[in-house]
């Protein structure tokens, strides 16, 4: 039953490495497939109208009805402020992104609106800096410590003698906006586990040319492979 799928919230830099675009994708073919549900995504690492609205794109593409993942654009800076857009990205009037009570604290409310609705069930994805989980943290760390299942993370931590763990500040997810990586470690991994996964096990995986028509060709679209050939141009 859809009712026992994972939820998913999904926090991404998209618009840049391509990454972010074939993790998103694989989050929507694990949807469709009923092994997880994705309800909500955060789109940060600076420039985040704009990469909400690339979301909303490849949401849409992807077959997502608008209401059913709400998109929250983080206004944080840091991150690197490219965002390259295919054509057909909608206006920020047109991507219905969720406006929360201000556009400064959008991001932050929808990942505590999700745990408040997911009650210990959320799976937090995070590929991206951690600003909005820790804004979200600072409006009502008591809701993320209870609504959150699981916080996973692209990057690495480091084990105190005290058996805590720290960000590891060569990952670049974590060392973009210090204070809030601290305060997500400090705040929640006495009540949830940590899943992470270092740049080096993610360099491991091989990504060729083929494999981006390949992405073209089963979505019926031509627009992965040239997003790809951007981001390593730029």
Same mark, same amino acid.
């Given at each position: ?21 074939? =993790?998103? #994708?694989? /989050? ?5 497939? &009923?092994?997880?549900?994705? *309800?909500? $995504?955060? @789109? ?63 991001? =932050?409310? #929808?990942? /505590? ?5 997911? &009650?210990?069930?959320?799976? *937090?994805? $995070?590929? @991206? ?67 992470? /996964? ?37």
């Amino acid at each position: 039953s859809p009712d026992h799928l994972k939820p998913y919230l999904l926090v991404t830099d998209i618009g840049r490495d391509i990454d972010d675009t074939v =993790a998103l #994708l694989t /989050l929507a073919t694990y949807h469709h497939e &009923k092994k997880a549900k994705l *309800v909500g $995504v955060v @789109a940060t690492g600076g420039v985040g109208v704009e990469r909400a609205r690339l979301t909303r794109f490849w949401l849409r593409k992807l077959g997502f009805r608008d209401e059913d993942v709400p998109v929250a654009a983080c206004l944080a800076p840091g991150g690197k402020d490219v965002c390259l857009m295919p054509e057909g990205v909608p206006s920020e009037a047109d991507a219905y992104l969720w406006a929360g009570t201000s556009k400064e604290t959008a991001a =932050a409310e #929808l990942c /505590l609106t999700l745990a408040d609705l997911y &009650k210990g069930k959320l799976n *937090v994805l $995070v590929i @991206a800096p951690m600003s909005a989980v820790g804004d979200a943290i600072k409006l009502g760390a008591e809701r993320m410590q209870r609504g959150v299942a699981r916080l996973h993370i692209q990057g690495q931590a480091t084990v105190t003698a005290a058996g805590r763990l720290e960000p590891d500040w060569a990952a670049f997810n974590l060392s973009e906006n210090q204070e809030a990586s601290t305060e997500c470690f400090e705040q929640l991994q006495d009540h949830m586990p940590f899943h992470m /996964l270092g740049k080096h096990a993610a360099y491991r995986v091989t990504l060729k040319r083929e494999d981006f028509k390949k992405f073209d060709q089963s979505a019926g679209f031509a627009i992965m492979e040239d997003q790809a050939k951007k981001g390593l141009e730029s």
